[in-house]
């Protein structure tokens, strides 16, 4: 089992910035790609972020790319996003996820195998 715990949520007013933390524990850890998805209420989880941890490739959504940043520290099995110039449709639940191996894409909730318990950001404006 991998646990995956989010952090570094809250209220920002818009243009402000945040940075989450997501860290992972459990069995040993190998795993593929890690991701940043988010749900505002009444709507589907959307895709955020990726990161493949062997090569430090990097995926965005149109909507947060050129202001938000994923990054990861293996060494501490911890993967960040840095979110920049907020807006208040950024509000929503953040979730990080962890892919144990590629299937195909890295934008698809169904690709991931395990889930955080996902961490409040509301952006005000």
């Known amino acids: 089992q991998v646990q995956l715990e989010e952090s570094g949520g809250g209220l920002v007013q818009a243009g402000g910035s945040l940075r989450l933390s997501c860290a992972a524990s459990?069995?040993?850890?190998?795993?593929?790609?890690m991701g940043w998805f988010r749900q505002a209420p009444g709507k589907e989880r959307e895709f955020v972020a990726a990161?493949?941890?062997?090569?430090?490739?990097?995926y965005y959504a149109d909507s947060v790319k050129g202001r938000f940043t994923i990054s990861g520290d293996n060494a501490v099995k911890t993967v960040y996003l840095q979110m920049n110039s907020l807006k208040p449709e950024d509000t929503a639940v953040y979730y990080c996820?962890?892919?144990?191996?590629?299937?195909?894409?890295?934008?698809?909730?169904?690709?991931?195998?395990?889930w955080g318990q996902g961490t409040q950001v509301t952006v005000s404006s």
């Open positions: 990161i493949r941890w062997r090569t430090g490739s990097t």
């Open positions: 996820a962890a892919q144990l191996n590629y299937r195909g894409t890295y934008y698809s909730t169904r690709v991931y195998d395990y």
């Open positions: 459990g069995r040993t850890f190998s795993n593929y790609a």
